[in-house]
């Protein structure tokens, strides 16, 4: 089956927006000064029940962080402590993925759709620049719905008036791009700036 013509791009924005390196770097240090197994406060600040429930509004932001922060915090330097008001505060933003999200918006809908709290609409406000490239944004901390599950994904392409097969999502985890891809959705695991842009320009969308 040919690939229909896209109209849409679906943006992530941690880890494509932003450089998520920045955070999983002090977080692997400070692992490192508690004599934790690698990993562990990415898995307890990140992944599990307590994130689920923050970043789908069941839970505010403050009881999430006294559940995932609050043990470890008095333990670990203050920097520690900037992720309280939420992740997207702290990681740099990608200037580079910026300039091209700019390009695009010259010719097709754009939307983001990311597993975030309040925090994300935050920058956005901040950064009007960034916010009002998309014409939807749809977070997971104000739907309820987070991804992997292909609701959102539907949910993000409805907002933009488009079909899902005419629509790509750039997600840096490829379990997103999965089932983007099952979805019907062209997709493309972001890596960096330079390989998106190499992909796109080989799928003549730039």
Partial sequence: MLDVPI???????????????????????????????????????????????????QIT????????????????PAEFGRLRRGLFHVEPINEGMVALARRLRARYHLALCSNALADLQEVLAERPDIGGLF??????WATGLRKPNPTILSLSAERL???VSACLLIDDKPR?????????????????VEQVEQELNARGLL
Avoid: H
């Fill in 7 to 57: 109209q849409a791009f679906i943006f992530d924005f941690g880890g494509v927006f932003t450089r998520s390196d920045v955070v999983a770097k002090w977080l692997r240090e400070y692992d490192a000064q508690l004599g934790l197994a690698p990993g562990t406060l990415m898995n307890a600040l990140y992944s599990g029940e307590t994130w689920e429930k923050a970043s789908t509004g």
């Fill in 61 to 76: 932001r403050e009881v999430f962080w006294e559940r995932a922060g609050v043990p470890f915090e008095a333990r670990l």
């Fill in 135 to 140: 014409d939807a944004s749809i977070i997971s």
């Fill in 161 to 163: 008036g488009v079909p």
């Fill in 176 to 192: 997103n791009t999965d089932v983007a891809l099952a979805l019907g959705m062209q997709a493309i695991v972001f890596e960096s």
